[in-house]
Structures are given as structure tokens and as C-alpha cells.
């Protein structure tokens, strides 16, 4: 069923509520477990029928906010959401106290009761009105980062509209883009602060009202962590300190050194070489047609995946008016469906979208007969690993998309992704401060963001830009204010991709039967020991970080970027 004739009925959580329970107490009365099996399965198909048409709501509700029908619909999964999690809360209960409790971790897997431990650390009836308060802020920060109309360049544009000027040679042009995406942020800056500050204290009254010192805790506990903890991500943040900081920063010089300045500005970070940066060379759909190539030549598995959402209509890639900013991959239980939301903008961008985010879809593509619920995604690090590996595995193809200058994109995109590790750990350790100490004023949050930048990112320069030079920069992340604590992830994942990289260059066919192996787990283990399915070292590890960044720079001292 292609994604626009999908239907969608908003569910009657009373209803489903009443089910629920009544299996709930026909789970915990059951005298066999078979027969807890069997009614968890009846369990699992309510739980598809609410998740999926939260997904439908919220994808229809992101390609366009100003659409009064599905905001309302966002509004009620605002709403309801925290009340099914605590539907979920109680199965979890049930499951973990049940009297076949080893005979249904053989069938089901350990891995869902560490899920389902973890989670009751989450969750209390006393903390609904919060977390609703807490969606209902994250929507707003949807809407105002969606809502910016920016007259530039002969034309009104939203910010993402605003990307590939950001890049322009011109470096006028790159400033006076860069100035009107943060002059939108400063101009809104007292709402960010407000609704920050709102999650802040929204979330640290939640974790205190569940037993913890601060957010910290319970934000860990959200995301499942369940083999490591703050002092591990500490000491990892430590390591990018020593040892990505420095290489980042040459690389700047580099950068630097080829664009022919003596010192960059931020607006000129984005500007890679001095002949531009690497285009697509056609239009959306011309892209899109040179990934169906590129998917098909790559394995059958892909070839079928891709396919399959072609078909489908599970794709909306191109940036438009009202549409919500960013990417992602969400999935449709009921329909064993993943989707794929981005924002085309005439950038090298537009190619990741093909291959980060249709990593994500394609490790849920093979995940998506598992009749655990919790298995179709494993957490957020393991699920990043899909995603970023899927971009190295796919530069064979890249000619298709830059005709003449797929040198250029893969010197761009590999070097890219070691800047990318001291601002991810920045942004980590910030969020950090933010919840141990959630007293702290909203001036107070952007002086301590940017003596953390200053640490991680030495080279940056605002050059006089108030907002900015005042601790700004943070606030056009959405992650922060959506997803606390996730951002490490990426570059936790960045570290294991890059160690694919390493492994497609030595063997390309055993490199991808590791990745198969580790996108058909899906979510049936944690993060470390997917890591160590796939053949992989922790990056945890004291010695990860160092040989793989060894192994990059290897690689990118042999380039020579002045011809590209």
C-alpha cells in the first residue's frame, strides 16, 4: 500500500485502554507459557495499531505543520503517548514478574526483560502530566524552528532553504546566509531559552519524582543503556579531547591553508574547496533514480529494500514550505514499513539522505518480521551505526551522483566525519552541566556552552556575531531539545562506521556480511555486545579511537585536496 492511500483513524485510547488491561489481566492469570505468549501477541498487534497511526499522524504533521488537521492529531498523540506508556510500563511489570520467566526468555530473548527492567525505571502514573507537558514543548520547538520565512536571494526561504548558501564560493554570500539562519535564532531567542528551560525543570521534577538525584539518570535510563553510564561517556569525551581535537584542528588549517586564508570564520567552515563544494548534478528526482541504481548494484538485499520503498511512496525527500526541518526514519508497525523524511536542498546533503537515513530503513527493512516489538530497533548508538556505515559502504557509487567530483565528496565526507567527534562530544557534555545542575539561568546555560565550545571546537570564530559569540550556537540543534543525552551516539556509531571503512577497504565482502549480520539483529541486543556481533571494537576502548583515526588520517594525508 503506497503511503498516500494509507488510511488513518485516530485510535479511541479508551478503547484501546480497556483491551489492554483485559489481556494484561489475562496475561498475569495464565497457567501456561504458551499461553502468555499468545496473548503477547495480541498485546504487540494493539501496540502496532496505536504506534502506527502515530507514526501516519506525525510524518503528516512534519511534511506539513500548518496542516490544522494532523497538528491537532500531533496534539493528541501529545496527550495520549505518555498514557500508553504507562500501558507499557504495566506490561512490563507483568512480563518481569512472571512465574515463566525462563521459559519466556528462551523464547523471547533475554535482551527484552534488560528492556523492560530498565524501562519501569522510567516511568510512574505521577509523571503523565509531565511527560505531557514535555511533548507539548518539544512541538513547539518543531513548529517555531518550522515557522522561520526569510526573505533571501529574491525568494522567502525556511532555514533549510538557506543550506546552500551557507556553502556558496561567494563568501559575501556564505555570510550574509549564515547571519540571516542565526539572525532567525536570535531574534526567537527568548522563546528557545523559555522552552528550554521549561524541558529542563519539566524533566528534572519527572526524575526526581522517580527516585533519581537529577535527569541524568532517567535520561540514560530512557535510552536504554544498559552497559555503560555517564563516567564510561566521560572517559570517551576525554579521548576525543586528546586525540580528535588536535587532528580536527589541522584539519581546519588545511581547510584553511587551501581556501587561501589566514584565519576562517565560521561562515566559511562550511566551504570545503575553493572551487565549491561537491553538487548533485540533477534535480530530486533524477537523485533518487541514481540511488535505485546504486542500491541495486550494491546487493540484493538492497536492491529488494530499496524497491520496496520506492514503490511504496515511503520517501519524502524534498524541503517545501511548513515542512518540518531536518531527516529521519520512522516506521510503520502494521504495515512493516519504514519511511523516510529529509529535506532536498541542492547540497551534497541530498545524497546523504540516501544513504544515511535509507540505512536506518534498511536495517528496520530487515528487522521487520521480529515478533518482539522491542527487537525491529535496537537503541539509538547501535541504530547510528546502520545509518553511517551505509554511507561508506556506498562511495563505489558515488560517481553516479557527482559526475567528476566524487573525490572531492569522499575527501569532504571522511574528513567531515572527524570534525564531526569534538562537537558531538560538545554537545554531550553540555547537556551534561545543563542537568546536574538545572539551577543554572539561561545565560548562565550559553556562558557554559561556549567555554565547552571553546574547548572542543579552538578553531571557531564568530567573528563579532552577538548571539553566537554569546553562547548561542546550541540552540539550533534539535536533538537537545528533543532527545537528551542522544547526540554522543552519533559519534559513538561515527567510531564503529569508520571501523567498516577500514574493513570495506581490506575486504569489501566479508565488511558486508558483518554489516548484515549486524542490521538482522535489529534490537535483540545491546549496543556493546551489537558491536561485538559485528565484529567490531568497543569505542570505549583506549585503543579504538587512536587506530581508527590513525587509519583516516592515513588516508586523507595521501589525498591531494589542492587538485580537487
Wanted: charged share 25%; hydrophobic share 35%; net charge negative.
Amino acid at each position: 500500500m503506497k503511503f498516500s492511500t494509507i488510511p488513518y483513524n485516530r485510535p479511541d485510547y479508551s478503547y484501546l485502554e480497556n483491551q489492554f488491561n483485559d489481556l494484561l489481566n489475562r496475561f498475569d492469570r495464565a497457567t501456561h507459557p504458551e499461553e502468555q505468549h499468545t496473548i503477547l501477541s495480541e498485546i504487540n498487534r494493539l501496540r502496532s495499531e496505536f504506534s502506527t497511526a502515530r507514526s501516519i499522524a506525525s510524518i503528516r504533521y512534519t511534511i506539513n505543520t500548518q496542516d490544522a488537521f494532523y497538528k491537532e492529531e500531533q496534539k493528541y498523540f501529545d496527550k495520549t503517548t505518555p498514557l500508553f506508556e504507562g500501558l507499557i510500563h504495566r506490561l512490563y511489570r507483568s512480563i518481569i514478574q512472571s512465574k515463566f520467566r525462563s521459559k519466556l526468555e528462551q523464547q523471547w530473548g533475554k535482551q527484552l526483560f534488560d528492556i523492560a527492567a530498565t524501562t519501569l525505571k522510567t516511568f510512574s502514573p505521577e509523571i503523565v502530566s509531565d511527560l505531557q507537558r514535555e511533548n507539548e514543548l518539544k512541538s513547539s520547538y518543531t513548529r517555531l524552528i518550522a515557522s522561520a520565512k526569510i526573505w533571501f536571494e529574491g525568494e522567502e526561504r525556511n532555514l533549510t532553504g538557506l543550506a546552500p548558501f551557507e556553502m556558496s564560493p561567494d563568501r559575501s554570500i556564505r555570510k550574509k546566509a549564515a547571519e540571516a539562519k542565526f539572525g532567525f535564532l536570535s531574534d526567537h531567542q527568548q522563546e528557545l531559552d523559555t522552552l528550554y528551560d521549561e524541558l529542563v525543570h519539566t524533566r528534572t521534577a519527572m526524575a526526581r519524582k522517580l527516585g533519581f538525584e537529577n535527569f541524568i539518570g532517567l535520561g540514560y535510563a530512557r535510552l536504554l543503556r544498559t552497559q555503560y553510564g555517564p563516567e564510561e561517556v566521560h572517559h570517551y569525551r576525554n579521548q576525543i579531547l586528546k586525540h580528535a581535537v588536535p587532528i580536527a584542528s589541522r584539519l581546519i588549517e588545511r581547510q584553511a591553508r587551501l581556501l587561501g586564508m589566514d584565519k576562517m570564520k565560521y561562515y566559511d567552515e562550511p566551504l570545503r574547496f575553493k572551487s565549491g563544494n561537491p553538487r548533485p548534478k540533477g534535480s530530486p528526482d533524477w537523485i533518487i533514480e541514481q540511488g535505485r541504481i546504486m542500491y541495486h548494484e550494491l546487493s540484493p538485499e538492497t536492491d529488494a529494500f530499496f524497491t520496496f520503498m520506492y514503490d511504496n511512496e515511503l520517501m519524502d525527500l524534498i524541503n517545501k514550505k511548513g515542512k518540518a526541518g531536518g531527516g529521519y526514519c520512522t516506521f510503520l508497525q502494521k504495515y512493516k514499513a519504514p519511511f523516510i523524511f529529509s529535506n532536498f536542498n541542492g547540497t551534497a546533503h541530498d545524497v546523504d539522505v540516501l544513504t544515511h537515513e535509507a540505512g536506518h530503513a534498511f536495517q528496520a527493512y530487515l528487522s521487520r518480521n521480529y515478533e518482539v516489538s522491542e527487537y525491529i530497533w535496537p537503541t539509538y548508538e547501535a541504530c547510528e551505526i546502520h545509518s553511517m556505515s551505509m554511507e561508506f559502504f556506498t562511495w563505489p557509487w558515488m560517481e553516479l551522483f557527482f559526475n567528476g567530483e566524487a573525490e572531492k565528496y569522499r575527501f569532504a565526507h571522511l574528513s567531515g566525519a572527524i570534525r564531526f567527534l569534538p562537537y558531538g562530544a560538545a554537545v554531550d557534555e553540555f547537556q551534561h552541566v545543563v542537568y546536574a545542575t538545572p539551577e543554572l539561568s539561561p545565560a548562565e546555560r550559553r556562558k557554559a556552552w561556549r567555554q565547552i565550545e571553546k574547548n572542543y571546537l579552538p578553531h571557531r570564530d564568530y567573528d563579532g556575531f552577538a548571539y553566537l559569540e554569546g553562547g548561542g550556537f546550541w540552540q539550533k540543534q534539535s536533538h537537545i531539545y528533543h532527545t537528551p543525552f542522544y547526540y554522543i551516539d552519533y559519534t559513538l556509531a561515527q567510531v564503529c562506521a569508520l571501523q567498516f571503512w577500514i574493513k570495506a577497504h581490506r575486504n569489501q565482502e566479508t565488511a558486508w556480511s558483518d554489516y548484515l549480520r549486524l542490521c538482522r539483529a535489529g534490537g535483540s541486543l545491546p549496543f556493546l555486545s551489537l558491536v561485538e556481533l559485528a565484529d567490531l571494537n568497543s569505542p570505549f576502548s583506549e585503543t579504538t579511537l587512536p587506530v581508527v583515526l590513525q587509519e583516516v588520517t592515513q588516508w586523507l594525508d595521501r589525498v591531494d585536496d589542492s587538485r580537487l
